[in-house]
């Protein structure tokens, strides 16, 4: 999608998007299997790709895809939420091996709508350099995510804003804001 021209030419399907020569698919899709993408971003230093996503009743997801990834991931819903079977869904064998699991997962007892946040890549807060900043609608809390190099992730709370956060939002310095439900938007700086 060319925004410079935003005449019906300017559309285009890029032709080394997953399903473009796939005929159960719009050749539009990149990744599917997501229940309520609620905000993602990518990470402006390495290209990487979060998502927030809003579980049914028990689970909440981060979903991530790597920079170099060809797309096509199947993130699972209706078949998963979180890490377990949604309801009664059964799953074969073969299904399993196509899906990409959430890198984080946190049920209802945390929280209960999460809101996707983006890679800190500011200045005035070195501590978060790398770090993916997200939150909860429902409770306020902001956590931080970051992928260590044996591949694990490290989940930490951050803070209890007391806020309902509806989205998040990046300077062009990187500097990381939030906005909740009755419109205030805040800024992340150092206490």
């Not at 060809?70 to 091996?97: C, F, H, Q, R, S």
Request: aromatic content about 16%; glycine content about 12%; some cysteine.
């Amino acid at each position: 999608l060319d925004v410079s021209d935003l005449s019906a030419s300017s559309y285009t399907i890029p032709p080394t998007n997953p399903y473009v020569n796939d005929s159960r698919f719009k050749p539009e899709i990149w990744a599917w299997g997501l229940r309520n993408p609620w905000r993602f971003s990518f990470d402006r230093f390495t290209g990487d790709l979060y998502i927030g996503d809003v579980g049914q009743w028990q689970w909440e997801e981060i979903n991530f895809q790597p920079a170099g990834s060809p797309g096509g991931e199947n993130y699972g819903w209706k078949l998963i939420e979180g890490l377990v079977p949604y309801e009664d869904a059964v799953i074969d064998p073969e299904t399993a091996k196509t899906l990409t699991a959430p890198v984080w997962v946190y049920d209802h007892s945390l929280g209960c709508s999460v809101t996707g946040g983006y890679v800190y890549r500011g200045r005035a807060l070195p501590a978060l350099w790398g770090m993916y900043l997200y939150g909860d609608y429902c409770n306020g809390r902001v956590w931080t995510l970051y992928q260590n190099p044996d591949g694990t992730w490290v989940n930490t709370v951050f803070m209890d804003t007391g806020k309902q956060i509806t989205s998040f939002g990046e300077d062009e310095t990187g500097e990381l804001y939030l906005v909740d439900y009755k419109g205030g938007v805040y800024k992340l700086i150092r206490k």
